[in-house]
């Protein structure tokens, strides 16, 4: 039986998207919060890993945050570069 309720604050975006992701899969938000809570039950922690990123990784992140490095239009695109 079903009886405890959780609120949480999400960005709309996420929201939205993930809803449309249950939907396709025939599930509910609380169905997929359910199986979050079980995995996390079963793993003993977090079902992926969490990393804090290192230097490079957060210099990378605050360009791309400010709109500096290189915009591909396709991932053939950037494949395509990253080949060179």
């Not at 309720?5 to 396709?24: C, D, M, S, T, W």
């Amino acid at each position: 039986m079903k009886t405890e309720v959780i609120h949480a604050r999400i960005e709309p975006y996420l929201k939205q998207n993930a809803e449309k992701i249950f939907r396709k899969l025939g599930i509910t938000a609380t169905d997929a919060i359910s199986m979050f809570y079980s995995q996390v039950i079963h793993k003993q922690g977090l079902p992926f890993s969490v990393n804090i990123p290192n230097a490079e990784t957060r210099k990378a992140i605050a360009e791309a945050r400010a709109g500096k490095g290189t915009r591909y239009n396709t991932v053939q695109e950037m494949m395509d570069d990253l080949s060179k």
